[in-house]
């Protein structure tokens, strides 16, 4: 009965805080009684571990394990192996505290710390998908546990699943309201799902609660860039990286947000100051695909091609070699066929298919993209007879539309000509429309154009408008046409004898049909649409200021205006 009492003092003591008091009634049992009582050692070595004396927890606990003690319950034992696994969790023995974690778990399923204690050690061990189950179980049983949510939330992240961590940010919101670094956490979560509105309340949360970490105002800066708010984002960008001048990943994002400002020289002497330090893994990649925009951009195609290559360390495995055991192909002569397939979007393999007619040269090709694609490129391109092989074909070899001008070393201005032919006449007077383009992309708000902005065009006589926006409904005052695949949207361009399009898949495939394009190009932009045109008659309209659409677009739409209106009056050499 004694003891029963000594032990309830020792852990209310220990659960109020009052660790000299639990320290003093636990050590006073073990001299009374003269044996290592479990719980007593247990209070010991959890005291030792809030004094950061792992080390001296794992002995205590290990010495009371070694005894066979057939009276412990499997609570007890249970708790023991729970506090072991903190203690060897603290001593960078994550392994070990794995071990200690499973028995403490299959001993006291019901424990809650035991499946977190589990869950966070799984998540050091780089298991995030073991992890995100134990931590389920651990917020099962202890639902308004904070930290038990905040591990759960960041092994779904890594784990991936990135709306299952939303949610569990968003139950850590609701139980820390207070809690600046969780809306912080949040937030970012948020812009990784493109909910780029609800991030930024988020974030700015963050700030006013008093979490100004270098951290919150990039992700923030982030936002800003995503809506188009390009001054107060570099504004932002500048306080994170003054709170963390040594973090390379700020260099990065700033460095990058430079560029899409149009602040080439500037963005290039960011990463010049990052390539002078010791990079590797994602950091170097990423230093890496930005001085290939940049080099790209200037026509420096040898040294922008190579520098292209990093995105493979970027990209997932199934995007850069999505056939595991195949080889990547190097570029030389053969008869056996080799696979090339496409990565990323629409807009990137229709510019790059450019290249299949001289990968064929060398080798049989079976071309693993969409049949979308595939439909187009038999109906639409001119390759060498027999070369083109089936989808059941073997392959010897694998590679990346985007990487064939790194294989085969063209390190030399693309030609612009076409290389897809036209099915139909073009119609004199009707101008292919689009405005926006995949709003999966993280930036898209900045490249797409809000349809009302497009009324100015409605007032112009003797032309036609024809939509060539997927997924969106077109004003009544454009003609509309079938788009549902590539080859419809291809045969709608045909058509037109102008296309007027944003920087989008719509643009790139006017130019590889050879139709007219008059560019509506955000202020700084994609590598793509700087330097040397790859394709002929293109006509660039661009934003002179990186401000929110509604300030930047109305511009360039009046200037394309005034064009179309000389356009139409044309008697030499006319567009429409």
């Known amino acids: ?91 960078g023995q994550a392994e070990a505290a794995r071990a200690s974690f499973s028995i403490a778990v299959s001993l006291f399923p019901e424990e809650a710390a035991s499946h977190a204690g589990l869950g966070e050690t799984l998540l050091q061990l780089n298991r995030s998908h073991d992890a995100v189950v134990a931590l389920r179980q651990a917020v099962t049983l202890a639902p308004r546990q904070p930290s038990f949510w905040y591990f759960l939330a960041q092994a779904q992240q890594k784990a991936g699943a990135v709306a299952d961590a939303e949610y569990s940010w968003r139950q850590l919101v609701t139980l820390c309201p207070q809690d600046g670094a969780v809306y912080a956490n949040h937030g970012a979560c948020l812009f990784e799902l493109r909910r780029v509105e609800a991030a930024s309340k988020a974030l700015e949360q963050a700030l006013a609660l008093g979490c100004h970490t270098a951290r919150t105002y990039n992700n923030l800066a982030l936002v800003r ?19 963390a001048p040594g973090d390379r990943d700020i260099y990065i994002n700033y460095a990058a947000a430079l560029f899409e400002m149009g602040e080439v020289a500037e963005s290039a002497a960011w990463l010049e100051k990052l390539s002078q330090g010791h990079l590797e893994g994602v950091e170097y990649a990423r230093v890496r695909l930005n001085e290939a925009a940049l080099s790209l951009a200037r026509n420096e195609w040898e040294k922008g091609w190579e520098a292209f290559e990093a995105r493979r360390t970027l990209l997932p495995p199934m995007v850069t070699t999505p056939l595991p055991e195949v080889p990547l192909w190097e570029g030389e002569e053969g008869k056996e066929p080799i696979a090339v397939y496409g990565e990323q979007g629409v807009g990137d393999v229709l510019q790059f298919l450019r290249f299949l007619p001289d990968i064929m040269k060398k080798r049989p090709v079976r071309l693993d993209v969409s049949a979308d694609i ?84 409605r007032c112009l006589s003797d032309v036609r408008f024809l939509s060539l926006q997927q997924h969106q409904v077109a004003p009544d005052w454009m003609e509309k046409a079938p788009l549902s695949t590539l080859r419809d949207v291809a045969y709608a361009v045909d058509r037109c004898s102008l296309i007027v399009s944003v920087d989008s898949f719509v643009g790139h495939l006017a130019g590889a049909l050879g139709r007219p394009l008059w560019l509506l190009n955000r202020k700084g932009g994609d590598w793509r649409w700087q330097g040397m045109p790859w394709y002929e008659n293109v006509r660039m309209f661009q934003a002179t200021a990186a401000t929110p659409p509604y300030e930047s677009w109305p511009d360039v739409i009046h200037r394309v205006v005034h064009a179309l209106e000389k356009a139409i009056t044309e008697i030499e050499d006319p567009i429409l």
């Open 1 to 91: 009965m004694m003891e029963s009492r000594e032990i309830d003092e020792a852990y209310s003591a220990f659960q109020k805080g009052d660790f000299l008091k639990a320290e003093q009634a636990a050590r006073f049992l073990i001299q009374t009684t003269g044996v290592m009582h479990p719980e007593a050692v247990h209070i010991l070595a959890s005291i030792a571990l809030h004094r950061q004396q792992s080390a001296t927890a794992v002995a205590l606990i290990g010495r009371v394990l070694k005894e066979k003690e057939a009276s412990r319950s499997a609570t007890v034992e249970g708790r023991l192996y729970q506090t072991l696994g903190r203690a060897l969790l603290a001593e």
């Open 225 to 243: 860039n995503a809506q188009g708010t390009m001054q107060e984002a570099r504004d932002l960008f500048q306080k994170a990286y003054q709170r």
């Open 374 to 457: 595939l439909s187009f490129v038999k109906e639409r391109m001119t390759l060498p007879e027999g070369r083109l092989c089936e989808a059941h074909d073997n392959v010897v070899a694998q590679q990346s539309l985007l990487s064939m001008p790194y294989v085969l070393k063209r390190y030399c201005a693309p030609d612009p000509q076409p290389y897809c032919r036209n099915l139909v006449q073009s119609e004199k007077g009707l101008i292919g429309l689009c405005w926006a383009g995949n709003p999966a992309y993280a930036f898209d708000r900045r490249r797409s154009i809000p349809v009302q902005l497009l009324e100015p065009f």
